[in-house]
């Protein structure tokens, strides 16, 4: 059984910092292209980033140059580092592995930016 879990998640102010992981089990994502999508309150969810099996990395025009995607394989995880956060950042944030018409996603973490 695939499973991701999100986590790292928070309440954070405008202009911080967060890492957010997501754990890959029952699957093993390092061959597989990895991404991150978020939900906003009301709106649709959107693709934020994704990693290929051969780490090249793709971005979004609103997160290029503040967020960066990586994974560690040895770990089956993958990481967002989000820096220069902005209020707008506020959603809950999906980590998908690619294995599969669909994919495989995880339950989602909420990011909360305030002052």
């Known amino acids: 059984q695939v499973q991701l879990v999100e986590s790292g998640g928070g309440l954070v102010q405008p202009g911080g910092s967060l890492m957010l992981s997501c754990k890959v089990s029952?699957?093993?994502?390092?061959?597989?292209?990895m991404a991150w999508h978020r939900q906003a309150p009301g709106s649709q969810r959107e693709w934020v980033a994704t990693?290929?099996?051969?780490?090249?990395?793709r971005y979004s025009d609103f997160v290029e140059g503040r967020f960066a995607i990586s994974r560690d394989s040895a770990m089956n995880t993958v990481f967002l580092q989000m820096n220069s956060l902005k209020p707008e950042d506020t959603a809950v944030y999906y980590c998908?592995?690619?294995?599969?018409?669909?994919?495989?996603w995880g339950q989602g973490t909420q990011v909360t930016v305030s002052p």
């Open positions: 998908q592995c690619q294995a599969a018409p669909g994919g495989y």
């Open positions: 029952g699957i093993n994502s390092a061959i597989y292209n």
């Open positions: 990693v290929s099996s051969s780490n090249v990395t």
